[in-house]
């Protein structure tokens, strides 16, 4: 544990020194927060790792690994519903007895693609791209969710929760008049919204509940989001490193209330999550700009897993969140 808190104290005391500083830097961190890691961007040129945040990259398209025009294909072979719905029943006996009201649950499903996870990289669109690789990790995603974004002295968090096929007739209308899904957005708007408030003052929410179009490899998917802004409290300003931790794990990806529902989630999910649904993000002297770590492909010996998952309430139904977790293995190449 004096390790662990060790790691912490000296990524955050990095980054509040690159902040005061103006120095540019990459931070990848962690779920667990056990091995975040803090990167000059002026250091990078030794390590495997391409990133493209909302604009931003590291890598010229120009030199780009020549690619072939394959189609991508993944084939999917998701967990057993079964072990789903064991771990789904125990969310929600603890929901029922009040202990979490929003619970994400996620599964690492084996999945096998044509592609290298650096060609997905290269190949895929979307606002927050990350390849990485060293000698314990291979990883790839194309997360389409904002976590912070600050810039000026203020923060701005756009939680996206609620998940539907735009290819079905009156999908905008489903969706936002669905009880469950517009339980859950509200749950997460009201947390991030808490979160906020640790290191800002006067967190409000600017948007809410409105709809974004996600393209596929499989089709276009419609995804709920909101914008909740604030004001960095004076005692914060410089110190992105301790703005980052206080507001960790991201709430969008563990629920509500966040201690308790951590605790469920460890109990319930089969595998330690590591990188997935952790955050990175740049800073680039003035701004900062971050991701939460989901639509994640990580490959372990030869083998290849996608993560996935989603939130489940008390007006959850195991079957339409088993195939939600199904319908989120996917890639944005098209």
Avoid: W
């Amino acid at each position: 544990m004096i390790q662990e808190l060790s790691c912490i104290e000296s990524c955050i005391e990095k980054m509040n020194f690159y902040t005061r500083n103006g120095i540019n830097f990459l931070f990848i961190i962690d779920y667990e927060m056990k091995a975040p890691m803090v990167f000059k961007l002026s250091e990078l040129n030794g390590f495997c790792i391409k990133y493209f945040i909302d604009g931003a990259k590291n890598y010229n398209d120009n030199i780009a690994p020549v690619l072939n025009n394959k189609e991508l294909n993944i084939q999917k072979y998701p967990i057993p519903f079964e072990v789903y719905k064991k771990a789904f029943n125990h969310v929600i006996e603890n929901e029922k007895d009040g202990n979490s009201y929003l619970l994400n649950l996620t599964f690492k499903n084996p999945v096998k693609i044509n592609f290298s996870l650096e060609e997905i990289f290269y190949k895929s669109r979307s606002k927050y791209k990350l390849y990485f690789k060293d000698e314990e990790n291979e990883f790839v995603l194309f997360s389409p969710e904002t976590f912070i974004n600050i810039t000026e002295g203020r923060i701005f968090t756009y939680p996206i929760k609620g998940t539907i096929d735009a290819n079905i007739q009156g999908a905008k209308e489903i969706l936002l008049n669905d009880k469950k899904e517009r339980a859950e957005h509200l749950t997460v708007v009201d947390l991030l919204r808490n979160d906020l408030n640790i290191v800002c003052v006067g967190a409000r929410v600017n948007r809410f509940c409105f709809i974004r179009k996600v393209k596929t490899n499989f089709g276009e998917l419609l995804q709920m989001t909101s914008e909740i802004e604030g004001k960095i409290k004076p005692n914060f300003k410089g110190r992105n490193g301790d703005i980052l931790f206080n507001m960790l794990p991201a709430g969008s990806i563990c629920g509500a209330p966040k201690r308790k529902t951590l605790e469920i989630i460890k109990e319930a999910e089969l595998d330690s999550r590591g990188y997935y649904t952790g955050v990175f993000g740049i800073y680039d002297g003035k701004n900062l700009k971050s991701s939460v770590m989901i639509r994640f492909i990580e490959k372990k010996g030869e083998e290849y897993f996608y993560r996935s998952g989603g939130g489940i309430t008390v007006y959850s139904d195991v079957e339409k969140e088993y195939n939600e977790m199904v319908e989120k293995i996917y890639a944005p190449i098209y």
